[in-house]
């Protein structure tokens, strides 16, 4: 199915926490517009963190230029960008500069369309009965960012503390979980209230079906 010239080289602009190992994604140094998921084939997808890990031990981290070696395209509903990955060493290449993300941005006219509020979110996600009109599930963008530390599900007798991304993009409100270990560690340990970022870039992914919907996520800030 595979051979030795089969790789992707990215731009790793997601590096972010998932059931089953990491989600890692980023966009084609050939053409800086293109997104890549490497997935494997395991029942979730994610990427274990020894496979992301390079052969000086030290793991695949956001801005790396990683030489990822796959077997073939692998869509999966409305996640046109996935890649089966074959089980070799991945490879860094290089690091790409943070002045420069401007060129990676890309500009939707909105993100996605039909976007309904969970209890905790606002616009955090789509009814699964929409996946079939959805052709891509990634996206960088810029915005003014906060971030929201608060305690959830006090109603339902499960409180646990929580990071989410506030935003506003195209003049339409985002409320979103955050799912970068970076900023869930940092977070997670200082009071609860809203924290100012200021303008940041932030790397939204549109997860698969969980209980009939489809669910946004910052994956990454930077």
């Excluded at 801005?63 to 999966?76: Q, V, Y």
Aim: net charge neutral; with cysteine.
């Amino acid at each position: 199915m595979g051979n030795d010239n089969q790789k992707k080289v990215i731009i790793c602009l997601a590096a972010s926490r998932k059931t089953g190992g990491r989600c890692i994604a980023g966009k084609d140094v050939s053409d800086n517009k293109s997104w890549v998921r490497p997935i494997s084939d395991g029942e979730k997808d994610g990427i274990d963190n020894q496979q992301s890990r390079y052969s000086d031990g030290n793991p695949a981290q956001i801005l790396d230029i990683i030489e990822i070696p796959i077997l073939e395209p692998c869509p999966k509903q409305h996640q046109k960008e996935n890649f089966l990955v074959d089980r070799k060493e991945w490879k860094k290449q290089g690091s790409f500069k943070r002045q420069d993300l401007k060129s990676l941005l890309d500009n939707p006219p909105s993100l996605w369309h039909d976007l309904d509020s969970s209890y905790y979110g606002t616009n955090d996600r789509i009814h699964a009965s929409q996946a079939g009109t959805i052709s891509n599930s990634l996206y960088l963008i810029e915005a003014q960012c906060k971030i929201i530390v608060r305690t959830e599900g006090k109603e339902f007798n499960d409180p646990k503390k929580k990071i989410r991304c506030s935003f506003k993009y195209k003049n339409t409100d985002f409320v979103l979980p955050v799912t970068d270990p970076m900023v869930e560690q940092e977070y997670k340990m200082k009071p609860e209230k809203e924290y100012d970022l200021g303008q940041k870039y932030i790397c939204i992914s549109l997860g698969l079906e969980y209980e009939k919907y489809l669910y946004l996520f910052v994956v990454t800030i930077i």
